[in-house]
């Protein structure tokens, strides 16, 4: 059974930070790239950022670069996602979700996405 299970939101003050880990299971996960979305009530999914898990290669959105972090725990088939300098609006529910390798240039599109986990909740206050 595939699963992707997110854990580590919460509520933090703004300028705070927060990580998120996302343990998969159940498929092969060399095979995969791992991003994270995020969604907040009435906005469409945004893709936040997105690991190789072969060779390590990342990519963020901009209006997290240089505040977010991606790196992957391969032995632990876990993606961590570190954030930094919260604000408010980055409060939403996170997921990450599992890309097949060859669809990497694409990570940003969640259509593109095979696998989802059942998400996390951030809340940043100001």
């Known amino acids: 059974e595939v699963q992707l299970v997110e854990s580590g939101g919460g509520l933090v003050q703004a300028g705070g930070s927060l990580r998120l880990s996302c343990a998969a299971s159940?498929?092969?996960?060399?095979?995969?790239?791992i991003g994270w979305f995020r969604q907040a009530p009435g906005k469409e999914r945004e893709g936040v950022s997105c690991?190789?898990?072969?060779?390590?290669?990342?990519y963020y959105a901009d209006s997290v670069k240089g505040r977010f972090t991606i790196s992957s725990d391969n032995a632990k088939n876990t993606v961590y996602l570190q954030m930094n300098s919260l604000k408010p609006e980055d409060t939403a529910v996170y997921y990450c979700?599992?890309?097949?390798?060859?669809?990497?240039?694409?990570?940003?599109?969640?259509?593109?996405?095979?696998?989802w986990g059942q998400g996390t909740q951030v809340t940043v206050s100001s």
């Open positions: 159940g498929f092969t996960f060399d095979d995969y790239a």
């Open positions: 979700a599992g890309i097949e390798l060859p669809l990497l240039s694409l990570w940003v599109l969640w259509e593109g996405y095979d696998y």
């Open positions: 690991i190789s898990s072969t060779d390590g290669s990342t």
